[in-house]
């Protein structure tokens, strides 16, 4: 079976506390650069170690040598700057927080490759699994900021923009690919935020009409994707934010799922661990020969989800797509930011092996 796999995961996981202790070390100037860097080839090594010991077939390297899961990488991207964010924000223990935005300042490029290093290190780590990258979809240059984060003078025409990302986005994909990559994840949160009414009126508030959106970043994110090898899965993970534990929007895929089922990829990891993301009902739409990677085990608490309750979801599911044309996963990755999920170590490698655990009994 190729890429997504019955059991699978997002990518992300909480940092050991060495990792974390010393990347503040080299911020503060007090840890070399060189150390940091076997330091976090040490966590590498040990969490590609238990993922295969679980039994996942797509193992990643965690983003442990990233602070943000999109920031790091758009912020290499020439032309992109990060600023302040002023757009709606997580709600965190009363408190209102919000990682920067990515700012397009000129002409979007791609003159040197982006994490491939990571991707390199990772591949050297697996002995019997399948390396997995993940990086941001192209959209996410967009949707924080809209037009109003989008530089007029760079770009005056938005159409130039959209074909700035998409070439820059290929050559960066091709540099994976270079480095071996063969199973890719675009972290999407555009889709589903669009279903969102607060999100959709913060972006006419940009500048842009939120109905017409979820086209636009389908065609970037086809266009990102049309020189990648033959042999390379792609698959797109969409949620409504996860930072602390915390998260932004709400509401079903209504109205997106048409233009997200559009794109041209394998599968799609799509959140469905409680109420805020609706029902099963959208997956109707689904194309022939994809996979919808079901998210119904919760990343933000440590609760472990029994196995009995997971396949009554499952089952629910199959009632709308064909038990084949599914799989299981989180509804998220563990750490999408260096700060982490509120729930433990323990717990993050338990709800892993739940998920192994029931697709193997689910699909054998």
């Known amino acids: 079976m190729k890429p997504p796999f019955r059991a699978d995961q997002v990518g992300s996981l909480l940092r050991p506390d060495w990792l974390a202790a010393a990347r503040a070390q080299w911020k503060a100037g007090d840890l070399s650069a060189e150390t940091l860097c076997e330091t976090e080839d040490r966590a590498v090594r040990e969490a590609v170690r238990r993922q295969q010991d679980i039994g996942l077939q797509a193992v990643t390297d965690g983003e442990f040598r990233r602070d943000w899961w999109h920031l790091d990488f758009l912020g290499q991207l020439d032309g992109v700057q990060l600023q302040a964010n002023p757009g709606p924000k997580f709600q965190i223990a009363g408190q209102s927080e919000q990682p920067p935005i990515a700012t397009v300042t000129g002409r979007v490029g791609c003159s040197r490759p982006i994490m491939a290093d990571h991707f390199a290190y990772l591949m050297k780590s697996v002995s019997t699994a399948l390396p997995k990258m993940t990086i941001p979809s192209p959209s996410m240059l967009h949707l924080r900021g809209g037009r109003a984060a989008i530089s007029k003078e760079a770009y005056p025409d938005l159409e130039v923009f959209w074909a700035d990302v998409a070439a820059a986005y290929r050559r960066a994909i091709q540099h994976l690919a270079d480095a071996g990559c063969r199973y890719l994840q675009l972290d999407d949160i ?66 997106v799922v048409e233009a997200m089922f559009s794109t041209d990829v394998d599968g799609y990891f799509m959140e469905f661990d409680n109420a805020r993301a609706g029902g099963f009902e959208p997956l109707r739409a689904l194309p022939p020969g994809k996979t919808v990677v079901l998210g119904l085990v919760t990343t933000k608490l440590g609760e472990l989800e029994t196995a009995d309750a997971l396949k009554r979801r499952i089952d629910e599911a199959a009632k709308i797509v064909p038990l084949e044309q599914l799989a ?35 699909w054998g």
């Open 190 to 255: 555009t889709f589903a935020y669009l279903c969102d009414p607060k999100i959709q009126a913060n972006c006419r508030a940009n500048g842009d009409d939120p109905m017409a959106l979820p086209r636009r970043y389908a065609q970037v994110i086809n266009d990102a994707l049309r020189d990648r090898p033959a042999d390379m899965a792609v698959t797109i993970h969409t949620c409504r934010g996860n930072f602390k534990s915390a998260w932004v929007a709400e509401g079903g895929y209504d109205p």
């Open 328 to 362: 299981l996963s989180p509804q998220c990755g563990f750490s999408s930011t260096h700060h982490g999920n509120a729930l433990s170590q323990d717990d993050q490698w338990r709800k892993l092996e739940r998920v192994v655990e029931v697709a193997r009994q689910v």
